[in-house]
């Protein structure tokens, strides 16, 4: 098996995170963020969610509970809000297609890993074995 620096598999990944940056999900994401960036509606919520959120903290630490209900049952009616805005609506999916690129990615560089170490070691994927467990068996016997 080659060996690679910790920098060179690093500079891998750099290059592999410019190719994601540029993949069409990544762009679309980019996109639909912007319009959320410039919708006032949203951004009007937004900051409305963050203040109440402050206030929710506040009331928390001094034991206001029926204010804190209320408080958190607004930031609730705030949130189906924004959540039932179309271009927000948009950007979820997109946000859970990218993340989904990102864990297939991650997937698949831990199965490849998991392979070769396998392969090297002379492990049995298919009954779980790495090759040090099936090693360390025939040596106690």
């Known amino acids: 098996m080659t060996q ?6 690093m500079d891998q ?8 940056a540029g993949t069409e999900e990544i762009d679309r994401f980019k996109q639909v963020e912007e319009k959320i960036n410039e919708n006032k509606k949203v951004q009007e919520l937004i900051n409305k969610i963050k203040a109440m959120q402050k206030q929710a903290v506040n009331l928390k630490a ?12 607004e930031i609730d009616r705030l ?3 924004i959540d039932a805005i179309p271009v ?16 297939l ?10 392979e070769k170490l396998n392969e090297a070691n002379g492990g049995d994927i298919l009954a779980g074995e790495t090759g040090s467990k099936i090693r360390g068996r025939t040596s106690d016997n």
């Open 62 to 73: 001094y034991q206001k509970t029926d204010a804190l209900q209320k408080v958190e049952a």
């Open 105 to 114: 990615v991650t997937g698949t560089i831990a199965r490849e890993v998991t």
């Open 88 to 103: 927000v609506q948009e950007f979820k999916e997109i946000q859970l297609v990218v993340n989904d690129v990102l864990q």
């Open 79 to 81: 949130q189906a809000e």
């Open 4 to 9: 690679y620096s910790r920098e060179e598999v």
């Open 13 to 20: 990944a750099k290059m592999l995170a410019d190719m994601l």
